[in-house]
């Protein structure tokens, strides 16, 4: 099956320093990324749509000069959090789906913990 | 007023009992989800569905278009079964965004 490896799963890190989470897919090419967002008890939020070969579409209000997504390859996206801060501590996750095979898989997620 | 709601918000049950779980929607859609999202974060999607009803071990999903409404049922609830259902909903053809419901955490106690 479908399968997508996202990492790091954890990462703590300083306030202003930038983080960057990988998200592949291992079996298959994936022309669509998708990047979420999760905090405590809340319901996921997309950030940003990752398109192969071409400038991520963002979501209002996400800043996209401090959440950068690069998908330079159809199997892998990169989400960097750039000048991180406290308020950034979240549980961020992606998605990658085979378009027209009504496959949708996640990534284990990866959650930042700024201090 | 969300796209999409889910009832309940919290649900325990005693192990076997049936589950169900609700999912309303006020937009047009291609295609809706369900995920499951495990203590550690990690999601697994059960269904995706755009008609009828779809079955998979002890879980079953039921979507009625016209009424913008789905169900996710468990039979023979089990402790493992102790995760938060998610009702996600794919708005256009062709465009893969979801919008999520806030989630169902359920709790099964043996």
């Known amino acids: 099956g479908a399968v997508v490896s996202q990492h790091p799963s954890r990462v703590i890190c300083k306030s202003g320093t930038s983080v960057k989470i990988e998200c592949r897919s291992l079996d298959f090419q994936a022309t669509t990324m998708f990047w979420y967002r999760q905090f405590p008890k809340q319901s996921l939020m997309l950030m940003a749509t990752s398109n192969e070969g071409s400038k991520a579409t963002y979501e209002q209000g996400v800043e996209k000069d401090k959440f950068l997504i690069n998908h330079a390859s159809l199997t892998l996206s990169t989400l960097t959090v750039t000048s991180a801060h406290p308020e950034d501590s979240s549980f961020y996750i992606c998605?990658?789906?085979?378009?027209?095979?009504?496959?949708?898989?996640f990534g284990a997620g990866s959650r930042l913990t700024v201090l | 007023k969300n796209e999409v709601e889910q009832s309940p918000q919290n649900l325990t049950a005693q192990e076997g009992e049936f589950i169900t779980i609700n999912c309303s929607y006020s937009v047009g859609i291609s295609a809706l989800h369900w995920l499951q999202q495990h203590p550690g974060g990690g999601i697994v999607s059960l269904f995706m569905?755009?008609?009828g009803k779809k079955k998979h071990g002890r879980l079953i999903a039921t979507i009625n278009i016209q009424e913008k409404h789905s169900s996710l049922h468990i039979t023979a609830s089990h402790p493992r079964d102790s995760a938060v259902y998610i009702c996600a909903v794919m708005e256009g053809f062709g465009n893969e965004k979801l919008t999520f419901g806030t989630g169902t955490r359920l709790t099964i106690i043996p």
């Open positions: 998605s990658a789906s085979i378009s027209g095979a009504n496959v949708l898989t």
């Open positions: 569905l755009s008609s």
